[in-house]
């Protein structure tokens, strides 16, 4: 960075001269102030230049802080490290019984511990598997209308209240709409209402619906 702030100072050593040679001996005045307004441009710039030169400065020293805190806390892991080894390696336990028997009390603990958990997997019951139920829509909501018919119904075990989620035919992975069930017609048909569909997508005939 120093060698670079005596590069710029060289410029400027080199720039001044020619300038003000030009500025002695002027052809015009046209040509003075062209000559003028380019050396304030250049003073200017380089005022920034040297701004930034010294915010990188501070940027640096800044930077070599963070080293040396770092290096510190290494160090001190390191040494943590090291105390902990030494305490570990002093560590000796002469009573050979006693740690047989601590394992023998562990072993039974587990023993004991598996076959609570295992008592009480058994005495759990059995979570009643919920149906996946896809359908379609057989008759779509009339113009400026929002209930649709599915052909799913009460041998599905579609029950008012519940919400499907509506695809496309074409695209049964990109979800277009939902709705909610608001009556069952009979085994094999329910009424919905549409909750919501995507701007510009009407559900049509064989739309696929599925339960959340």
């Keep these: 960075m120093r060698r670079l702030l005596v590069a710029f100072l060289l410029v400027i050593a080199l720039c001044l001269p020619l300038v003000a ?15 003028e307004t380019q050396f304030a441009d250049i003073s200017k710039k380089l005022g920034e230049i040297s701004e930034r030169l010294a915010t990188l400065e501070v940027e ?3 930077l070599k802080q963070q080293q040396t805190d770092t290096a510190t806390e290494l160090r001190n892991a390191q040494n943590l490290v090291r105390s ?13 019984q006693d740690i ?9 603990i587990l023993q004991e511990i598996a076959a609570l958990m ?14 996946k139920i896809e359908g379609y829509i057989t008759d779509p909501p ?15 075990g579609v029950k008012v209240g519940m919400r499907f989620l509506v695809f496309k035919a074409s695209d049964a992975a990109t979800q277009v709409g939902l709705v909610e069930i608001t ?4 085994a094999n048909n329910s009424r919905a209402k549409i909750i919501h569909s995507k701007p510009g997508i009407k559900l049509e005939f064989s739309d696929i619906v599925r339960a959340e």
């Design 118 to 131: 295992e008592s009480a997997k058994k005495a759990e019951p059995a979570a009643p598997e919920v149906p």
């Design 142 to 156: 009339a113009e400026g209308k929002d209930i649709c018919t599915i052909n799913k119904g009460s041998a599905a």
């Design 60 to 62: 640096t020293g800044k």
């Design 84 to 96: 902990t080894d030494s305490s570990l390696a002093s560590y000796r336990v002469t009573n050979t």
């Design 183 to 186: 009556e069952v017609l009979d």
């Design 21 to 35: 040679s030009a500025q002695k001996k002027p052809k015009d005045p046209v040509l003075q102030a062209y000559l």
């Design 100 to 108: 047989v028997a601590l394992k023998t009390d562990v072993a039974k």
